[in-house]
């Protein structure tokens, strides 16, 4: 079928409720009730979208523009289609279910498509693609994708992408684009790379120069996603680099007796040292940190670099509830001697009911 032919289809009623429902719980129960169809209308979606990629490149502008409008509009159907992989909570009604694995198949067999989309994010401009990008998170949100569009998909060499971040977040929208970059980091191959690289060095370069404070949770995101594997854990800790780095933000100025015992680059910081002063990138601080005590090897680490004196001082200064709640925890850890925990891999085990509960809050979070 052409897309000259889309007003003589049966896809037009279909195209017309999804762009024109305002209603986002009434325009996902059309989706949902109506998947059969909805996969083959999306099946010729991506398609044609390809087709009309490939015509455009031999087009005069004029004529560019009338296909691009039609490309554009076939990519926003598209994108509302995709948010429906994106609804955890529709993951407990059957039905709900069954037009989920449905419409994943569909696009898991449009690898022509998730090309093209991936090429786009790299060659387009930022304008060009907030559709592709968006299409793109939507789908990595399931894990089924993560290493189908690792593994198969993305077209410029993993490392070229992480080591020119700084630039890709400078041409692209960036909370897209970090987005995308949050769900690829749960592949396991991804995480080792970025444990083994200076990735999280870049990331933090970038936490500290900027004060747009979304990027900056966006970035302490991912970090806190690359710090929730443990079998990572030695690689990560391998020196104190990154364990400095997550609790630079939460030390204040304050003078301390144990000064000389912490990590030589947490000593004697300014007086005039100010804290972190979002709450929620100071929650996901404290959350990595945590990840580390899942083990007894990484709890050790953290007793044996003494950051507990500067946690200390930073619970005096802390107020929001989230982030004291989050802290107290991650000392109690701390304080506890091993003999107390009994156990070497709390994820693993079964552990005392208090710290299972800490676990559970902070590893499901």
């Known amino acids: 079928m052409k897309p000259s032919e889309i007003k003589n289809s049966t896809f037009e009623v279909l195209i017309k409720v999804i762009l024109s429902q305002s209603d986002l719980k009434k325009r996902d129960e059309v989706i949902v009730k109506n998947y059969s169809k909805i996969c083959l209308l999306l099946k010729w979606l991506c398609k044609n979208v390809c087709e009309m990629k490939k015509r455009n490149e031999g087009l005069d502008d004029e004529k560019k523009i009338e296909s691009n409008d039609l490309l554009n509009i076939s990519l926003d159907c598209i994108l509302i289609i995709s948010s429906i992989l994106d609804k955890t909570d529709y993951e407990t009604d059957q039905e709900n279910l069954n037009a989920i694995d449905a419409i994943s198949r569909v696009f898991e067999e449009e690898i022509e498509f998730l090309k093209l989309l991936d090429e786009d994010i790299f060659v387009r401009k930022e304008s060009e693609v907030q559709r592709q990008l968006s299409i793109l998170v939507n789908l990595t949100s399931r894990s089924s994708f993560v290493d189908l569009i690792i593994n198969e998909i993305i077209s410029i060499p993993i490392d070229e992408f992480f080591f020119n971040i700084n630039e890709f977040l400078e041409s692209k929208p960036y909370d897209l684009l970090l987005s995308y970059v949050n769900n690829l980091t749960h592949s396991q191959r991804l995480k080792f790379f970025i444990a083994e690289s ?7 370069n970038i936490y500290v120069d900027s004060d747009n404070d979304r990027l900056n949770e966006l970035l302490i995101l991912i970090v806190r996603n690359c710090c929730l594997d443990h079998k990572l854990h030695q690689i990560l800790l391998a020196d104190e680099d990154l364990l400095v780095k997550l609790v630079k933000p939460l030390a204040g100025g304050e003078q301390i007796e144990e000064m000389e015992s912490l990590p030589l680059d947490l000593q004697y910081l300014p007086l005039n040292k100010e804290r972190e002063k979002n709450p929620k990138i100071r929650l996901y601080l404290i959350e990595s940190i945590f990840q580390f005590c899942a083990t007894s090897w990484g ?46 891999n709390l994820k693993d085990l079964l552990v005392p009911e208090d710290l299972s509960k800490k676990f559970n809050e902070f590893f499901d979070s």
């Open 198 to 204: 200076n990735f999280l060095a870049r990331i933090f």
């Open 299 to 344: 709890r050790e680490k953290i007793r044996q670099s003494n950051i507990y004196y500067l946690l200390r001082e930073y619970h005096r200064w802390e107020t929001d509830p989230n982030a004291i709640k989050a802290l107290l925890n991650l000392i109690d850890v701390i304080i506890k001697k091993e003999e107390e925990i009994n156990v070497d």
